[in-house]
């Protein structure tokens, strides 16, 4: 890949980062929370603590606990605590990692359009990746929707190189 080319995917790179970090530091930690957030809080508490995957003393059978472990590495202590609306512990580890997974899922979306593709338009395919408002609110809030979206074009990446 010829320098011009890696000089425009890393400042594609670097906008998501900048876009995704300035998004998290203005955040409110109300708005990094759902309701969802609280489940999967208690199922990575229910993890660290009993070796468990239940919630309310029930297996649960809804989730999967790919998201719920990733939260319980990324702080190793109280990974949520939630009381009322008001958030009161808050996984700064996790968040960030999550957006480092997100801006690499730019990159990943950079690899397979070119696989797919040509440079410029995959290019273009990782700039709408690193801008799109959704994305960009979604890697900043505790959910599995960065996560999974990594892992499932990553895959994507990896059959279609094989193919």
């Known amino acids: 890949m010829s320098p011009r080319r890696i000089i425009s995917l890393l400042l594609v790179l670097a906008a998501a980062a900048v876009l995704r970090g300035a998004l998290l530091s203005q955040a409110s930690p109300r708005g990094l929370v759902t309701p969802d957030s609280d489940d999967y809080h208690r199922l990575a508490v229910s993890l660290r603590d009993d070796g468990t995957f239940t919630r309310n003393g029930l297996p649960e059978i809804f989730r999967t606990p790919g998201y719920p472990v990733l939260l319980m590495m990324g702080d190793p202590g109280p990974v949520l605590a939630t009381y009322g609306e008001l958030l009161v512990?808050?996984?700064?580890?996790?968040?960030?990692?999550?957006?480092?997974?997100?801006?690499?899922?730019?990159?990943?979306?950079?690899?397979?359009?070119?696989?797919?593709?040509?440079?410029?338009?995959?290019?273009?395919?990782?700039?709408?990746?690193?801008?799109?408002?959704?994305?960009?609110?979604?890697?900043?809030?505790?959910?599995?929707?960065?996560?999974?979206?990594?892992?499932?074009?990553?895959a994507l990446l990896l059959m279609v190189g094989y193919l």
Do not use: N
């Open 89 to 154: 512990g808050m996984p700064t580890l996790a968040l960030v990692g999550q957006i480092l997974l997100d801006v690499a899922l730019v990159g990943v979306v950079y690899a397979l359009a070119v696989l797919l593709l040509d440079h410029r338009t995959a290019l273009l395919a990782a700039a709408l990746q690193a801008i799109t408002p959704v994305a960009i609110a979604s890697s900043c809030r505790l959910l599995s929707d960065s996560f999974y979206a990594f892992v499932f074009t990553t």
